[in-house]
């Protein structure tokens, strides 16, 4: 529960007040100085008719200052020119002139990121800074044109269509609920062979839904104003954290517990996967592992996704973290696979497998993928083919669990015959 509180802690200080495509904030001479230009935000423009709107709050200061706004096309080129270079090579420039402006994007054959950069008289000159230290306060608006072609559309294109998933994903979510809550609630009431199994799935699959929902209305207000509600997301993104971690925590769990206790050749107990302080450990320290590279990703990325790109270098060895826990997994069910007789126990651990492997590649082989798409799609098929990927897992393993601890209820063989039984002894289950 600390570590939980932790990852929540540093969620609510990673807030980015600029997170939306209505950016507010301040231009800085100084800041603008040291970095040949502050660097405001990116937009991917789609179609024709973008426009870029801004508002002003000291239009005189802005004048004085020679205040400017640089419009990058793409993001090759301009990081490595020198600050004369950069100044005068932007495609567009926006002269800070008046309270409010309206500037049209010109027409976009196709989706194309747009980065805007702040500038003014005091960027690549070594004049004196005193008297000038007053920052210009702003609202910048990016707008896309909606179906009827009218710039009306907050969302960039690498963002298109993803409100839609969403709100997809929460009828299927609704309807599903409705079919299977009353079974499921049962088999968790009345308890089982597989009852610890069955909830932390379950916990895993409403946290899970419970991001979903926080991230369709942090996208519905956001179609509206294009700033939305980022502490939704940050909490989309909370929930789904605790959702790997428990997940992690109790696959390896599981693998690590069934390994050690045939190593013990004890046959006196069930096999159960939180028995052996050892297999508790190791998956703890994976946990650790996950939970501190999750955390320092937030840190390196500015821009909030449940899933990223793993662009930075804690989302690359969050990558490597997964494969290798993959491999880990995989050796352990190998050796079980090869060792055991019993039909029904052989299937019930390539089951398990599919589950897990599909849980925790599914991320990796994404990212890879999607380095065979634009850059506009690339979040979006991380996103929705991570998702979708997470979930049929999900099914995978709760019907392995369910059918598992029904067959062992109708069954004469004794506990210690099917994995992951829970009962005490043979005949602790009437």
Same mark, same amino acid.
């Given at each position: 529960m600390h570590a939980f509180t932790v990852i929540l802690i540093a969620f609510l200080h990673s807030y980015y007040p600029a997170d939306g495509k209505t950016v507010s904030g301040v231009f800085r001479s100084h800041v603008a100085r040291e970095n040949y230009g502050q660097y405001i935000t990116r937009f991917l423009y789609y179609g024709e008719n973008g426009l870029m709107a801004y508002r002003l709050e000291n239009v005189p200061l802005a004048v004085h200052k020679e205040a400017r706004l640089l419009l990058f096309q793409g993001s090759e080129g301009f990081e490595n020119? =020198?600050? /004369?270079?950069? &100044? +005068?090579?932007?495609? %567009? !420039?926006? !002269?800070?002139?008046?309270?409010?402006?309206?500037? !049209?994007? #010109?027409?976009? #054959?196709?989706?194309?990121?747009?980065? &805007?950069?702040?500038?003014?008289?005091?960027?690549?000159?070594? *004049?004196e800074l005193d008297g000038v230290l007053e920052d210009v306060h702003f609202q910048l608006t990016m707008l896309n044109p909606d179906s009827a072609g009218n710039p009306m559309d907050h969302f960039s294109a690498e963002e298109a269509g993803l409100h839609s998933f969403f709100f997809l994903l929460i009828l299927a979510y609704f309807v599903a609920s409705c079919i299977y809550m009353q079974p499921l609630w049962q088999a968790l009431y009345k308890g089982g062979p597989m009852h610890t199994v069955l909830k932390v799935l379950s916990a895993a699959l409403f946290l899970q839904g419970l991001s979903v929902i926080l991230n369709y209305i942090h996208m519905a207000k956001y179609a509206r104003d294009g700033v939305g509600t980022p502490l939704m997301g940050n909490l989309a993104e909370f929930c789904d954290m605790v959702a790997q971690v428990q997940m992690l925590y109790m696959l390896l769990s599981l693998c690590m517990g069934w390994t050690l206790s045939r190593n013990r050749k004890s046959q006196s107990k069930p096999l159960q996967w939180d028995s052996s302080p050892a297999s508790t450990a190791l998956a703890l320290g994976g946990v650790a592992a996950q939970g501190a590279l999750l955390i320092w990703e937030q840190f390196e990325d500015t821009e909030h996704y449940s899933y990223h790109g793993h662009r930075s270098v804690p989302g690359l060895l969050l990558m490597v973290l997964r494969v290798s826990l993959t491999l880990i997994l995989a050796s352990v069910l190998y050796h079980i696979i090869s060792a055991e007789r019993s039909t029904l126990k052989r299937s019930f651990y390539l089951s398990f497998a599919?589950?897990?492997? /599909?849980?925790?590649?599914?991320? #990796?082989? /994404?990212?890879?993928?999607?380095?065979?798409? @634009? *850059? $506009?799609?690339?979040?979006?098929?991380?996103?929705?083919?991570?998702?979708?990927?997470? +979930?049929? +897992?999900? &099914?995978?393993? $709760?019907? /392995?669990? %369910? =059918?598992? +601890?029904? $067959?062992?209820? &109708? @069954?004469?063989?004794?506990?210690?015959?099917? #994995?992951?039984t829970m009962s005490r002894s043979p005949r602790g289950r009437h």
């Open positions: 020119l =020198s600050c /004369l270079d950069r &100044v +005068s090579g932007a495609q %567009l !420039t926006v !002269t800070l002139s008046t309270e409010e402006h309206n500037w !049209t994007i #010109p027409q976009q #054959p196709r989706p194309q990121a747009w980065h &805007v950069i702040y500038a003014d008289r005091y960027t690549c000159q070594d *004049e599919k589950g897990c492997f /599909l849980w925790f590649l599914c991320h #990796p082989v /994404l990212v890879l993928l999607s380095i065979l798409f @634009s *850059e $506009y799609q690339k979040e979006k098929v991380i996103t929705i083919g991570v998702i979708l990927c997470q +979930s049929i +897992s999900l &099914v995978i393993l $709760y019907r /392995l669990f %369910l =059918s598992r +601890s029904l $067959y062992w209820e &109708v @069954s004469s063989l004794s506990s210690v015959t099917l #994995p992951l």
